[in-house]
């Protein structure tokens, strides 16, 4: 693969917010090395990208495909909604550094919070390395279909350190000379940053080692990310807006501390029960900027969205009859008499009937996406909205159902949006001065939701469809502002010297589709996958890795370390 091609008739986005312009692209050698009108073909494969636009390829800073890039190192269908390159390692969860003993914790811990199969992380990872210089050697050993690049999880940084007591207290003085030391050691070996939650638990409820990190700890862990030119990506304590107000505060004045050591957090959105709450969350990053924090919010198009099912959910907590009965030990059989009693009935439609906030409020059922059914004749039903179940059956929605959860024996499973409903306010956090487009998941949640394509559902709802801001912004936004945040200075735009990671699209051709249950997960497992988006072509180092939405088998992507924010720029001959 010699990453030699030429690419003709598009309009080039730069990827620094310029206006698009007609030019012909040549790469040598996985190079961009000419950009200019009418160039003519030296021996090189000719791409037709006519009513088309040429941009930098995509990087998704929030991605969890740290496990699955061992049985999917595709990363499908990441490459064909344009991304080109990855940051694994966020929420404070990874799978690197670690001891033998602590391997099945860790397993469970991650795929727990982030909800993926747990017997593929026994059959697929491994597990050959201690350290994170060994992780990182792995990793580097492996190619894929997109780059790859990686945070060091701080919760496993402590269990690497501190042993079993990480869960429990601080770091004592040591212990946080040996943290450091191990950042430190990371990050040589190709690390960008540290990741760390003040927010998750484990499968019984204790918080994560993360959270127990006191202020001198924290103190310590920037001043090595700070060294080595590091970025720090925190999920801080969701519980109240006034705790991540806190959590968010206490790290930008770290990141102040250390010379604007870059920190993104998860997330903003717009939640329909707290006009406020985004706005609030803007007015602070702001003020922290003003104060010298290098500090930005991931903002996804896309809402947070949570499971409703028959046996274990909490979305039903403003419904007691509904509650209980979801949450009840009792047999599936006795759950079945409850929902078809016409008593119990009666009471659940009262119950539905006065709620004003949270799930069903707002036609909240309606919204709910079918993901799981046990009737073949209902498998048509797969990826669409409840919307449809309800029109065509009429009668009140919680009769409907109670009668859906009957025919399909109690195994029906939907998935609630509850975030970023209102589609103005969306528009203006992903334009917003101090967010990043981010915060895709795509990786995680893989039964709820397949977080790849936020690319594409900017591009369709909120440039082409609703203007909320430039095609030209937009690619920035999604290509070079992150890579500037990562320090990644060979990617991002579209110049003479840079790697050809490239996406090409007719705007009009994209499509942001339904995910659909795939059943290739190892072992039999299945998935939501969101379909291809349009895109005609993804190229990664001037390879051609997808073509109208297939993949072409190209495996030219390599883990990206600490030499990807140092690389040369000097212009390849042609």
């Known amino acids: 693969m010699k990453g030699d091609a030429l690419i003709k008739g598009g309009h080039v986005i730069d990827g620094m917010g310029a206006p698009a312009f007609a030019a012909d692209l040549r790469i040598k050698g996985g190079k961009i090395v000419e950009i200019g009108p009418d160039l003519a073909a030296c021996g090189e494969e000719v791409f037709d990208a006519n009513g088309c636009y040429v941009s930098p390829g995509f990087i998704d800073t929030h991605a969890h495909y740290d496990g699955s890039l061992y049985w999917d190192p595709k990363f499908d ?52 390395w201690g350290d994170f210089n060994a992780y990182v050697s792995d990793l580097r050993s492996r190619e894929y279909a997109v780059n790859v690049t990686t945070l060091v999880s701080h919760s496993l940084l402590r269990m690497f350190e501190v042993g079993d007591e990480s869960w429990s207290r601080p770091s004592t003085p040591e212990e946080r000379k040996r943290l450091a030391n191990c ?201 669409k909205t409840f919307e449809v179940i309800l029109a065509e059956r009429g009668g009140h929605p919680s009769d409907v159902l109670a009668d859906w959860a009957l025919e399909n024996n109690l195994k029906a499973e939907l998935v609630c949006p509850f975030t970023n409903l209102d589609l103005d306010v969306v528009g203006q956090l992903l334009a917003a001065d101090v967010s990043l487009i981010s915060g895709s998941d795509a990786g995680a949640h893989i039964g709820m939701f397949d977080g790849a394509g936020d690319t594409t559902l900017v591009l369709t709802r909120h440039v082409r469809d609703r203007h909320d801001m430039s095609l030209e912004v937009a690619i920035k936004r999604m290509s070079n502002d992150q890579a500037k945040v990562l320090g990644l200075v060979d990617r991002g735009t579209l110049e003479v010297g840079k790697i050809a990671d490239i996406a090409v699209f007719n705007l009009d051709d994209l499509n942001w589709a339904p995910e659909k249950k795939v059943f290739d997960v190892p072992g039999g497992g299945s998935r939501l996958r969101r379909p291809a988006g349009g895109f005609r072509y993804t190229f990664v180092s001037g390879i051609l890795v997808q073509k109208d939405g297939e993949y072409t088998g190209a495996m030219p992507a390599r883990f990206l370390g600490q030499e990807a924010r140092v690389a040369s720029l000097s212009p390849v001959a042609a």
């Open 183 to 383: 950042l430190d050691r990371a990050m040589k070996a190709g690390a960008l940053g540290f990741s760390t939650s003040r927010f998750d638990v484990n499968p019984d409820g204790n918080k994560v080692p993360s959270y127990f990190a006191d202020a001198q700890e924290w103190d310590e862990l920037f001043a090595v990310a700070a060294k080595n030119k590091g970025v720090v990506q925190i999920i801080p304590d969701l519980s109240s807006l006034d705790n991540q107000e806190k959590d968010l505060r206490e790290m930008c004045e770290l990141s102040t501390r250390y010379g604007g050591v870059p920190v993104m957090s998860n997330g903003i959105y717009e939640r329909p029960e707290d006009a406020k709450y985004a706005s609030r969350l803007l007015d602070l990053g702001r003020e922290m900027r003003a104060k010298g924090a290098d500090f930005y919010y991931f903002a996804s198009p896309r809402s947070i969205e949570l499971v409703v099912n028959f046996h274990q959910c909490m979305v039903m907590m403003y419904m007691p009859a509904w509650a209980d009965l979801v949450q009840s030990v009792v047999s599936d059989e006795e759950k079945k008499r409850r929902l078809a009693d016409p008593v119990w009935r009666a009471t659940a439609r009262e119950q539905w009937n006065a709620v004003q906030e949270g799930f069903p409020s707002r036609g909240g059922l309606a919204r709910c996406r079918i993901i799981t059914v046990d009737q073949p004749e209902y498998e048509k039903y797969l990826g």
């Open 77 to 128: 269908p990441i490459a064909q909604h344009g991304v080109t390159t990855l940051l694994i390692g966020n929420c404070g969860l990874g799978i690197a550094p670690i001891h033998k003993h602590q391997i099945p914790g860790i397993s469970a811990l991650f795929s727990y919070i982030e909800d993926l199969p747990r017997g593929v992380f026994d059959t697929e990872i491994p597990w050959t």
